[in-house]
Every structure is written in C-alpha cells, then in structure tokens.
C-alpha cells in the first residue's frame, strides 16, 4: 500500500519560506545532498523515515519530526526570537499554538531567575 502523498497544507499559514541556517547548510553539504533530493517525491511515511535516518547518522536516534518542531520552537525562544517570527516559521496560526510547542529547559529558566535577580525593584 503506497502511503498519501502530501499536496496541500492544513492551514494557509503552512505555506512558507524558512530561512536555511548555516549549521543546517553544512548538515546538508557533510550528507552531500543534492538540491531538491531530501524532498523529491515526499508523503507523511517517507518524510518520518527519512528524518529518523538522517537523525541516527547525527547521532540523535530518539528525535523525531514532530519531537524536531517542539525542540525547534524552544531554541527560538532561548535565543530570543521574536515570538511572531517563530510562529511564522513554525507555520501556526495562533501564538497559543506556538506556545504549546514551546518548553522550558533548566538552564534557561536560571538565566530568567538572573535577570530578575538583578533587576531593582521600585
């Protein structure tokens, strides 16, 4: 049984360009991956094992494609992107949606406590 092959997304805000960072430049250049060949004849089955291929050979054999958004929405808020740009990017809707796949590590939450420490109260 050959699995759908995705043609549209679920929502308008699905349709869009993301910026291709340098690490992940160089991610692709080191599995010299040719242009378009990751995402040449692409469905929901194919892009999940591929992702989990690609993830063991980097040595991240429990991520998965969904697991990726969720880390992906929390790095944006470490670093400090703007939260309409990481909703954008990650194609949502409402910032609520966003949010949800956002999660708060340890280390991050002590540099919060910091400034917080360090800011005077009036």
Sequence with gaps: MRAKKVTTPKTPQSVRVLPL???AFT??????VRKGEIFDDVNKASASSMFTYYAQRCGMA???LH???????SMCRENGVDELVTQKWM???KGSMTMHY?????NYEAIQAQKMAKKPIK
């Design 67 to 73: 697991g990726l958004r969720h880390h992906f929405a």
């Design 27 to 32: 991610a692709l250049q080191e599995f010299n």
């Design 21 to 23: 960072f340098d690490d």
């Design 102 to 106: 956002t999660h708060i590590g340890n």
């Design 91 to 93: 194609g949502h809707k």
């Design 62 to 64: 429990s991520l998965t």
